[in-house]
């Protein structure tokens, strides 16, 4: 089992920036990336980001090119940010951790933290 945990949510007004973090506790050794996803009222969940534990390798929706980087907080594989730049009003959402396992492809998630972009 992994326990994910998320912080770093609010409010902030267009062109404004925050800094998501999501740290991984429990079984962490087999986690193979980490992701984040958000979704909007009656909108299905949304791949934003990924990055996988070994190597560099990222990807980032269309949307958030150029605007939201991801990366490791900490050696262990164990914590991600998601620092996000140049908010937009249609970047209001609740954001979802999501730790991706080798093998089976369990995935585990967060509780979600709300974002809201408006001024």
């Known amino acids: 089992q992994v326990q994910l945990v998320e912080s770093g949510g609010g409010l902030v007004q267009p062109g404004g920036s925050l800094r998501l973090t999501c740290a991984a506790s429990?079984?962490?050794?087999?986690?193979?990336?980490m992701a984040w996803y958000h979704q909007a009222p009656g909108e299905q969940r949304e791949l934003v980001a990924r990055i996988r534990s070994a190597g560099a390798d990222k990807y980032y929706a269309d949307s958030v090119k150029g605007r939201f980087s991801i990366s490791k907080a900490n050696v262990r594989n164990t914590a991600v940010h998601l620092e996000m730049n140049d908010l937009k009003p249609e970047d209001t959402a609740v954001y979802y951790c999501c730790a991706k396992m080798a093998g089976w492809g369990t995935e585990y998630w967060g509780q979600g933290t709300q974002v809201t972009v408006s001024s």
């Open positions: 429990g079984s962490t050794s087999n986690i193979y990336a």
